[in-house]
Each structure stands twice: as structure tokens, then as C-alpha cells.
């Protein structure tokens, strides 16, 4: 006996010449007895799906989150690296301008007038501006309150009110970029 319900594919097929084959009768689609438990069925399958979309859709911001952050932060580490790469050339640079400035500081009266001698102070001003130029500034460390960050303390000294000032520089400090690349040797007053 058969079920009103059931449907049966058409097994009939025509053959290339005309001719009639059947095909054996393997699928039958049945309709569910309870149209209630296929809804109850699909509302879970599709709470399900949401669940899992909503879980997919979450890990993709996270995963779009961590990139922008990745990428922020290495641009930042770039621009810094950059910024910073010559440090190790202009420390080196930065003894022959104490040099230079030594030997402006002590020339004798009678060649401060002559062509070679103002050849070398404007070769230590070009020097000055090509550092400058590349970011590099002079700290100002005399009469300053002593800054363990910007100075290094090589003597103390007894100076009555000058109890934490910077008294003499024995050696010029430099920033390059706002970031201390070689302290000020200073000699600091006690009180």
C-alpha cells in the first residue's frame, strides 16, 4: 500500500533513438509527520549557524584589530629606526667636534686673524650645522639643576649656593631626536 503523501520520482526516461528505459526506483522524498519539530528542527539549526557566524565574525575584528595594531606598531618602530640610525656615526662624529671646539676655545692671539684659522672655525660650523640638520642638539648643562638623565656627575664640588647645579661641563651632552645620545660630564656644586 502506498502513501498518499509519498512522492515518486519519474523513473521513465527516453533514450536517445526514442525508446523508453526505466531506472529503478531508489529515491523517495518523504514529507515529515510533525511540521512542528522540521520548524523546531530549523530554528535550532539556524540559532546554531548564527552562534557560529557571530563567533566567526568576532575572531575576524580580533584578527583586523591585531593587524592594525601590528602594523601602527612597526610603521612607529620603522619611523624610530630611521630616525635614529645614524646614532652610531655621530657619536663618532661628535669627538672630533669637541676637538674642534677645544682648539677654538684655546687659539692663540696671533693666528686668530689669519685665513687658515678662520677656515677651521667655519669647517667646525659646518660641521655644527650638518648635525643639526640631522636632528642633533647641544644640552645645556651650566648653571642647570643636575639631571641624572641629561648628566653624568664626574666631580663634586664644594660651591655655597649651588647645591645640586651644574658648576662646569667637562664635556659637552647631546640629544639626537629629543633622546640622549651622550650625557654631559659635569662637575656638580655641593652645598
Keep these: 500500500m502506498s502513501n498518499p503523501e509519498e512522492v515518486k520520482p519519474d523513473t521513465t526516461t527516453t533514450t536517445g533513438n526514442g525508446a523508453a528505459a526505466t531506472t529503478p526506483d531508489t529515491a523517495t522524498v518523504e514529507t ?25 565574525k568576532d575572531q575576524w575584528m580580533r584578527a583586523v584589530a591585531d593587524y592594525r595594531n601590528f602594523k601602527r606598531r612597526t610603521d612607529t618602530e620603522r619611523a624610530e629606526l630611521i630616525r635614529n640610525a645614524g646614532a652610531a656615526l655621530i657619536l663618532k662624529l ?50 642647570q639643576d643636575f639631571d641624572p638623565n641629561l648628566h653624568e656627575a664626574v666631580i663634586y ?35
Excluded: C
Design 32 to 56: 515529515p509527520a510533525d511540521p512542528a519539530a522540521v520548524i523546531a528542527d530549523l530554528q535550532n539549526r539556524l540559532a546554531q549557524a548564527e552562534a557560529q557566524a557571530a563567533e566567526y
Design 94 to 143: 661628535l669627538p672630533v667636534l669637541d676637538d674642534f671646539e677645544r682648539a677654538i676655545a684655546n687659539i692663540p692671539p696671533e693666528i686668530a686673524s689669519t685665513p687658515w684659522w678662520q677656515g677651521t672655525q667655519l669647517i667646525a660650523q659646518k660641521l655644527r650645522t650638518i648635525l643639526e640638520s640631522e636632528g642633533v642638539k647641544p644640552i645645556e648643562a651650566l648653571g
Design 157 to 191: 664640588e664644594e660651591a655655597e649656593g649651588q647645591e645640586g647645579k651644574v658648576i662646569a661641563e667637562l664635556q659637552r651632552g647631546y640629544l639626537l631626536h629629543d633622546r640622549v645620545i651622550r650625557p654631559s660630564m659635569v662637575k656638580v656644586g655641593r652645598g
